[in-house]
T-cell receptor, first 115, second 112 residues
Framework: AQKITQTQPGMFVQEKEAVTLDCTYD???????LFWYKQPSSGEMIFLIY??????QNATEGRYSLNFQKARKSANLVISASQLGDSAMYFC????????????FGTGTSLTVIP | DGGITQSPKYLFRKEGQNVTLSCEQN?????MYWYRQDPGQGLRLIYY???????QKGDIAEGYSVSREKKESFPLTVTSAQKNPTAFYLC???????????FGSGTRLTVV
C-alpha cells in the first residue's frame, strides 16, 4: 500500500484565492511527522510546514496551514491568498519515528497560479 | 551557515563513463540520503546511510554506488551499469526521529 497518496497531479488557482492540496497517509506507527515541501522549477526542495502526530492543533506558517485530520489520516495543505510565485510542485511526505525511520514522499501536485 | 552542498549543479557524462556526484553537509546530521527525480515524477530513494561506514540500498540502487567514510560526506557514483542515468539527483540529510530532511540544491546529470 502507498504510504503517501496525492491524488491531484495538477491544480489551477486564481491569484489571491485559496487552494487546498490533498494528502492522505498510511502508517501504524503512533509517532510520525508530516511535511510539505515546495519544488520550484529550479529543483530545490523548500520545506514549508510540519505537523507532528501528537500535535493537537493544526500547524500554520504564514500563508500555509496544514489541515490535519488524524482519524481520516489526511494532511491537506492550504495556501491562502495565492501568489504567482506559488506556482511549483508540492510534495507531501511522512516520516515514521519508530518503524524503520523511513521518509516517504507522495508523487506530487503541480500547482499553477493564474493571474 | 549550516547546510548541504551538492556539486556540480550540472554534469554531462558520456555513455560508458562513471561519474561521481558530491554531497557535503555541515549540520552534524547522522543520516544522509540520495534521491533520483525524473521529469514530472516524485522522488525515488537510491541509497541511504544512517551512520559512518554503513549504508543501505534504497528502491533503485542498481547501477549506483556510495561511500560514507566521513560523517559530512556521502558521494554518489553513477556507474556505466546504470542504463538511464539522465535525471535530477537530490541529496538530503537528517537527524533520527520524526524530523524532516534538509535538501541540497541538486545535480542535473545528462548523458551525451
Amino acid at each position: 500500500a502507498q504510504k503517501i497518496t496525492q491524488t491531484q497531479p495538477g491544480m489551477f488557482v486564481q491569484e489571491k484565492e485559496a487552494v487546498t492540496l490533498d494528502c492522505t497517509y498510511d502508517t501504524s506507527d503512533p509517532s510520525y511527522g508530516l511535511f510539505w515541501y515546495k519544488q520550484p522549477s529550479s529543483g530545490e526542495m523548500i520545506f514549508l510546514i510540519y505537523q507532528g502526530s501528537y500535535d493537537q492543533q493544526n500547524a500554520t506558517e504564514g500563508r500555509y496551514s496544514l489541515n490535519f485530520q488524524k482519524a481520516r489520516k489526511s494532511a491537506n495543505l492550504v495556501i491562502s491568498a495565492s501568489q504567482l510565485g506559488d506556482s511549483a510542485m508540492y510534495f507531501c511526505a511522512m516520516r515514521e519515528a519508530i518503524i524503520g525511520n523511513q521518509f516517504y514522499f507522495g508523487t506530487g501536485t503541480s500547482l499553477t497560479v493564474i493571474p | 551557515d549550516g547546510g548541504i552542498t551538492q556539486s556540480p549543479k550540472y554534469l554531462f557524462r558520456k555513455e560508458g563513463q562513471n561519474v561521481t556526484l558530491s554531497c557535503e553537509q555541515n549540520l552534524n546530521h547522522d543520516a544522509m540520503y540520495w534521491y533520483r527525480q525524473d521529469p514530472g515524477q516524485g522522488l525515488r530513494l537510491i541509497y541511504y546511510s544512517q551512520i559512518v561506514n554503513d549504508f543501505q540500498k534504497g528502491d533503485i540502487a542498481e547501477g549506483y554506488s556510495v561511500s560514507r567514510e566521513k560523517k559530512e560526506s556521502f558521494p554518489l557514483t553513477v556507474t556505466s551499469a546504470q542504463k538511464n542515468p539522465t535525471a535530477f539527483y537530490l541529496c538530503a540529510s537528517s537527524t533520527t526521529g520524526a524530523y524532516g530532511y534538509t535538501f541540497g540544491s541538486g545535480t542535473r546529470l545528462t548523458v551525451v
